[in-house]
């Protein structure tokens, strides 16, 4: 194959709406409804949405201007974008993909595959009365010890093996008509049922009280670090920051596009959802508290749990049609955590096509069959355990540190000014001179310092009070073996010179606008 021919592999969406619905399919998922709701109940209700927006807007945004330009003007996915970049840094690209497709989204499709299990259960409610020890003791039958490790809950295999097969179908049929094919179908879908979910929760009894514990911020938790390296990990996870995804997708677009207003458009559409199902979940907390006559604090117990322990049973509290309330909210969860995976899979694809030119049904076929095998720990009966934990260390640190090397590689090892200069290029909005110092100096000075206080904090206690060897073996290590992976794959030599394919696509897109 010519150097031309194998430059000419990249694929494009067919739409501009195809693309911000992609996107914003990756950043709305299982987070803005699970991870969201739980968070900000742990930590104190409203409380947590002041932290949120700081990071929202002091790394957020920054940083997603950042990937979106650097895939837009590299035409690569992270790895391909960051070895042009320079061939030093090719080794954040892999490692962030790998860490993602070979972490997150092993125990993230277990999540969406309870709730598709959860999606059937609605429509006997077959949690029962006690939803709780239905979770734990019934579905999950937990040993409570990662290293209890017991047997495969099959129902969970089962769900688990149609989640792969939908992820695996979804990314087999290609960009256009795959993934923006699925995402303007998934999407339209996914907001009509969470206005159904919102209006419907805000009209129960108590409802209102239930969103002033959320929109009312309990200031005293503040002060708590913790409460921030929450705040600042899910900003990261919501917006798939430090994935790679964006890198990937924005390399399927076309020379004229307008970086800072689609960057704005997807994350205000993303925090706007999150925001608003908000409203939806502790409207319904506050109903389950008014119909006990408890506050809410005493309803909910579970934090991880949240969707599973807390929403069934209001959900089988409520007066009517409380099946066809549930299947709305677990659909809506399977939905929103689909359009998601699929997400990683094509960034993890697009670096390895990159690199290798490997066929990519033959990759993505490969990569679904490996991450099937992989998720199966997760379905274990210690999967919730190793979910945990795995969750804390790849979110707490692995996002945060790769989103601190990216800061350093594209502030200080790359002209971010001319990076800048691209994204204003084709922009109406344009990213003002003080994005140049969020990035060089704000973003990863934060950044730093809530590395600092995770690791005191870790230092100081085992998390989730769970033995100093499941935290090494099971957390610490899956981001050092992950990162070795990187590294080999890193060093491996290109078949074309990612600056060269880069040139061959720069002088075939200057021909045609
Ligand atoms: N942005 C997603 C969410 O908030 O749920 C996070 C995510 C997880 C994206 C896993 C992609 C992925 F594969």
Redesign the pocket.
């Known amino acids: 194959m010519s150097k031309k021919q194998l430059a000419h592999h990249r694929p494009k969406w067919k739409t501009h709406i195809g693309f911000v619905l992609a996107t914003v399919g990756?950043?709305?998922?299982?987070?803005?409804i699970w991870?969201f709701s739980y968070l900000c109940y742990k930590n104190g209700g409203g409380a947590f949405l002041f932290p949120y927006l700081i990071a929202l807007f002091v790394v957020g945004i920054p940083l997603i201007i950042l990937e979106i330009g650097l895939g837009h003007k590299m035409r690569g996915s992270a790895p391909a974008s960051f070895a042009s970049v320079s061939k030093k840094w090719e080794w954040l690209g892999w490692w962030q993909i790998t860490f993602?497709m070979f972490g997150?989204?092993l125990y993230?499709s277990v999540i969406i595959a309870w709730c598709l299990n959860y999606f059937f259960f609605a429509f006997d409610l077959s949690w029962g009365a006690t939803p709780d020890k239905f979770f734990t003791e019934t579905f999950l039958i937990s040993t409570g010890s990662p290293f209890q490790i017991g047997n495969i809950r099959t129902i969970i295999l089962f769900s688990l093996a149609i989640i792969w097969f939908l992820n695996w179908f979804i990314v087999f049929k290609g960009v256009q008509n795959g993934l923006e094919r699925a995402s303007k179908i998934f999407m339209p879908i996914l907001f009509l049922l969470t206005a159904t979910i919102i209006l419907w929760g805000l009209r129960l009894e108590g409802a209102m009280e239930g969103v002033a514990v959320y929109l009312k911020p309990d200031f005293s938790q503040i002060t708590n670090i913790k409460v921030w390296m929450d705040a600042f990990s899910q900003i990261f996870?919501?917006?798939?920051l430090g994935?790679g995804?964006m890198i990937a997708y924005a390399s399927y677009l076309p020379k004229k596009t307008q970086i800072v207003r689609d960057s704005l458009i997807i994350t205000g559409i993303n925090c706007l959802f999150s925001l608003l199902a908000g409203v939806g979940v502790f409207a319904v907390l506050g109903y389950m508290a008014h119909s006990s006559s408890l506050p809410i604090s005493e309803v909910v117990t579970e934090s991880i749990g949240l969707a599973f322990v807390a929403f069934p049973k209001a959900i089988s509290l409520l007066p009517a049609f409380s099946n066809i309330f549930g299947i709305l909210f677990f659909g809506s969860l399977v939905i929103?955590g689909l359009s998601?995976?699929i997400?990683?899979i094509e960034a993890f694809t697009s670096g390895i096509v990159d690199k290798f030119h490997y066929s990519r049904k033959m990759v993505v076929s490969a990569l679904c069959i490996v991450g099937f095998l992989g998720s199966i720990i997760f379905t274990t009966q210690a999967g919730i355990n190793w979910l945990d934990i795995v969750d804390h260390f790849l979110t707490q640190y692995g996002l945060i540190l790769g989103a601190i090397f990216e800061c350093l590689a594209i502030g200080w090892f790359f002209k971010v000014n001319k990076l800048r200069g691209h994204i204003n290029h084709y922009s109406g909005w344009k990213a003002p001179i003080f994005w140049n110092f969020c990035i060089k100096v704000i973003s990863p000075l934060i950044l730093v310092a809530i590395l600092i206080s995770s690791l005191t904090e870790e230092f100081s206690h085992n998390y989730g009070g769970y033995s100093p060897v499941a935290i090494i073996l099971i957390g610490r290590d899956w981001l050092i073996y992950t990162l070795f992976a990187a590294l080999v794959i890193a060093f491996h030599p290109w078949r074309l010179d990612p600056r060269k394919r880069m040139l061959v696509h720069e002088h075939d897109q200057k021909k045609k606008y």
């Open positions: 990756s950043a709305i998922g299982l987070g803005n991870r993602v997150i989204v993230y996870f919501t917006l798939s994935f995804i929103a998601s995976s997400s990683i």
